[in-house]
């Protein structure tokens, strides 16, 4: 499952099960399909986004993807939303 939050009260702005993780030049590529009200919430707040990834066969752990550069695009033809994130810590829940 992925999930995007808010940094600041961790305000939930997406929840999917379908999502790429692609690993890239010292950063993770990130792309889900979404709505355009969703990808205004997330380019409003491109700066402040929590990107959280939590295997399915693992739920003992989560990892934790943050864009310092609020890396955030939009693909309108295909509804689908790109996340760069450059940095990414893997913890125990």
Avoid at 17 to 41: D, G, M, R, V
Wanted: with cysteine; hydrophobic share 30%; aromatic share 16%.
């Amino acid at each position: 499952m992925l999930y995007v939050r808010h940094t600041v009260g961790s305000r939930l702005f997406c929840e999917t099960t379908e999502y790429e993780i692609k690993p890239a030049e010292n950063s993770w590529e990130i792309s889900f399909n979404t709505n355009k009200e969703t990808i205004n919430t997330l380019l409003k707040f491109r700066d402040e986004l929590n990107i959280f990834y939590v295997e399915e066969d693992n739920q003992n752990q989560k990892t934790w993807f943050y864009s310092s550069e609020g890396d955030v695009r939009f693909l309108e033809d295909e509804s689908k939303c790109i996340i760069t994130c450059d940095y990414k810590t893997i913890y125990p829940v």
